[in-house]
């Protein structure tokens, strides 16, 4: 089984829906990253959180909320979708603790590919 | 400026072929830096860490020039299963474990 999973993995959607893009993890980290993916653009990085408690917001967090229900889970909501933010998106999980100043290897769950008509 | 640099391509190299990757960060607090593999339509799997000191694992070596501010990638002996896109990667020096990656160079290996 998958370590990092992500639900659904492919969703077609309308303007000013409201979707969720579920991650679980069965690595036990403590970090979970959520990012799109763009052609020609790379990825970005719309939140963060180190555990529970600490959510932080990346570059692109606008139109984007999260929640960190359980170390395991960590969810993306579009509160109102537009077709912008119609691309593919990754979930990511990694293990380096707070304080020790330097990042590690993120491992990635196969991706969500979200289009918004 | 984007913060991590890359040639986007595309390279379309034979087998057998050598061939080179560069990216420039711009953030001189990054202190640890990667290349990340992508095949199609797939998640991003790391590739190798790249260190100071260089550093090689079988047909690929990574070296880092932090004077310079860049990194490379070195591919010997392409192989078609090394077609995909190679991800540049840098991490700041924080305790957020936060990456910023590269938008990617892509690598066709062909017969």
């Known amino acids: 089984d998958a370590d990092v999973t992500q639900t659904p993995r492919n969703r077609i959607t309308k303007t000013g829906k409201r979707i969720m893009l579920e991650c679980s993890q069965t690595?036990?980290?403590?970090?979970m990253y959520w990012y799109r993916q763009d052609p020609g653009l790379g990825l970005r990085l719309i939140y963060y959180?180190?555990?529970?408690?600490?959510?932080n917001k990346g570059e692109i967090s606008d139109g984007y909320s999260v929640s960190r229900q359980a170390q395991a889970k960590f969810s993306l909501s579009l509160e109102s979708a537009i077709p912008n933010q119609t691309a593919l998106y990754f979930c990511?999980?990694?293990?380096?603790?707070?304080?020790?100043?330097?990042?590690?290897?993120?491992?990635f769950g196969p991706g969500t590919r979200l289009t918004v008509l | 400026r984007k913060e991590v640099e890359q040639d986007p391509g595309p390279f379309n190299v034979p087998e057998g072929a050598t061939v080179a990757f560069n990216c420039t960060y711009s953030?001189?607090?990054?202190?640890?830096f990667f290349w990340y593999r992508q095949d199609c339509r797939k998640e991003p799997k790391l590739l190798m860490s790249v260190y100071s000191s260089g550093n090689e694992d079988g047909r690929f070596t990574a070296q880092l020039n932090r004077a310079s501010q860049y990194i490379s990638l070195l591919i010997r002996d392409s192989k078609l299963s090394d077609s995909a896109t190679y991800l540049c990667?840098?991490?700041?020096?924080?305790?957020?474990?936060?990456?910023?990656f590269g938008q990617g160079t892509i690598l066709t290996v062909h017969p």
């Open positions: 959180s180190f555990d529970v408690k600490d959510i």
């Open positions: 690595k036990g980290h403590d970090r």
């Open positions: 990511a999980t990694s293990d380096l603790k707070p304080g020790q100043g330097m990042s590690n290897e993120q491992f």
């Open positions: 953030n001189s607090a990054s202190q640890s």
């Open positions: 990667v840098a991490g700041i020096g924080t305790s957020y474990g936060k990456l910023t």
